[in-house]
């Protein structure tokens, strides 16, 4: 579903990423771990072409990043870019909803704007979608009445409305208090549990472990090592996963 | 503080007839300031839109070209501009009235400053809102319509307000170019009675009160706008 070939990004003069190569099948929970600054949120954004990687290929769906945004340099084809994007659902550490909108209104957004269906079919499918987080009663909230993790929340289900093919979490519960981290690692879960393609940057282990099919540890751009969760967490190849899972657990 | 008030309302200085005879005649030269000033308001932000979505262009040449603008309309006084629109055009062939010269010259000033004040509310936007609304797959002006704008719209009315009351007041100086505004009225009333007393202290009064207009509409945009924090 989700293939990156050596892929290479810099900042500047930082080599954020170098050679990332792997690949996400159909329905599978990839979880990426990592000290901060690793480059796991870099890898995130050029998936979806917030970032665009200086060499290497993303494939989402048999699509390439690289035809999606050539194209855009053609003039008025910058279509082609927004349409990759609209078929990945992301999902941000600081939820960035829109804040003038209601809860309904930011999940029904996309769906009037990108996918242009008519405003009641949109409100009637992005109640659907809040109901699934277990938010259905909060719709007309707007996201400064909500707590952190009901807007993180309303948030996936933003995403989840353009019936994306692959979703990416960017340390969804990490600007979350302690108490709240439950809900929404609660809905990913669900979301995981129906076969939704994910690609999810955490430091929630137990989440990892419960869910992920695979991890990945990424250190100073690059993959270290990969392999199941039980794997990776109990029997560490790799001397710096040992010290960064020394660390956290 | 007490004898001037008395000097006004009883001591002879104000003849309230006169200023009741003329007021009319000066709220007639009022209408013609509103109307300049809204025409400029409706052009000037069009185009401080325009240019300020040019000064964030990721196109250099674009950026370069509304920052020049912005350099050369705020940098040079008003009056001057009107002199040179009025004045300087029919030189090269484009005779204006006072009318199209005063709107044009007023609307090409106003869309210096307010580009300045739309630049800035649209980058005072957390960056993540972008981002949000093109993870979505909107395109980049659909972001900026559905979701920049209408949370950069909020933070710019204060200044817009202050921006819209100085081009009211501004407006006077289209009385150089023989437009018939409020103050054209009031100098060509003064002419006629020799009584400044009463004749500027209605034009005063009609300028003070279109500004408490103005200050009043926008304390309630920004009070309406303000329902989703």
């Known amino acids: ?249 | 503080m007490t004898r001037l008030l008395l000097l006004v309302f009883g001591g002879g200085l104000v003849e309230w007839q006169i200023v009741l005879k003329y007021f009319p005649v000066l709220a007639k030269g009022a209408v013609m300031t509103v109307e300049l000033t809204a025409l400029a308001i409706l052009f000037g932000t069009a185009l401080g839109l325009g240019i300020a979505l040019a000064k964030i262009s990721r196109n250099l040449v674009v950026a370069r070209l509304a920052q020049l603008y912005t350099w050369l309309w705020r940098g040079t006084p008003l009056l001057l501009q009107l002199f040179v629109i009025y004045y300087g055009l029919p030189e090269v062939g484009l005779t204006l009235n006072p009318f199209q010269a005063a709107v044009l010259g007023l609307s090409l000033n106003a869309g210096a400053y307010v580009s300045e004040i739309i630049r800035g509310a649209i980058q005072s936007i957390e960056r993540g809102q972008t981002e949000a609304a093109r993870s979505l797959g909107m395109s980049y002006f659909q972001a900026m319509y559905r979701v920049i704008l209408p949370q950069a719209f909020r933070r710019m009315l204060p200044p817009l307000g202050n921006e819209f009351i100085a081009m009211l007041k501004d407006s006077s100086l289209v009385a150089t170019i023989s437009m018939v505004d409020l103050m054209r009225t009031a100098q060509q009333m003064y002419a006629a009675t020799f009584r400044p007393v009463e004749i500027f202290l209605a034009t005063g009064v009609l300028y003070l009160f279109l500004t408490t207009l103005f200050t009043i509409t926008f304390g309630k945009l920004e009070r309406n706008l303000s329902a989703y924090d």
């Open chain 1, 1 to 249: 579903m989700i293939r990156v070939e050596n892929l290479n990004k810099h900042f500047q003069s930082l080599h954020v990423l170098r050679d990332v190569s792997f690949s996400v099948q159909r329905g599978e929970v990839v979880v990426l771990i990592g000290p901060s600054g690793s480059g796991k949120s870099t890898l995130l954004r050029c998936i979806n072409g917030m970032e665009m990687p200086d060499t290497g290929e993303v494939v989402v769906d048999g699509v390439s990043l690289r035809d999606a945004a050539g194209a855009r340099r053609l003039l008025g084809a910058e279509k082609q870019l927004n349409s990759y994007r609209s078929e990945i659902g992301m999902v941000f550490q600081r939820f960035h909803l829109f804040p003038h909108m209601t809860a309904l209104g930011n999940v029904a957004e996309g769906l009037k704007t990108v996918r242009k269906v008519a405003k009641a079919d949109a409100d009637r499918r992005a109640q659907a979608l809040l109901a699934r987080v277990g938010l259905g009663d909060r719709g007309k909230s707007y996201p400064s009445q909500l707590s952190g993790g009901q807007q993180q929340r309303v948030a996936i289900a933003r995403a989840l409305a353009m019936e994306p093919k692959v979703m990416l979490f960017d340390e969804p519960t990490s600007a979350l208090d302690p108490e709240l981290v439950g809900e929404v690692l609660t809905v990913m879960k669900g979301l995981a549990a129906e076969g939704m393609t994910m690609v999810v940057v955490t430091h929630e282990m137990g989440f990892a472990r419960e869910v992920a099919n695979r991890v990945l540890f990424m250190d100073n751009g690059a993959i270290v090592e990969e392999g199941r969760p039980d794997e990776v967490f109990s029997a560490p190849k790799h001397p710096r996963t040992r010290a960064f899972l020394n660390k956290i657990l």
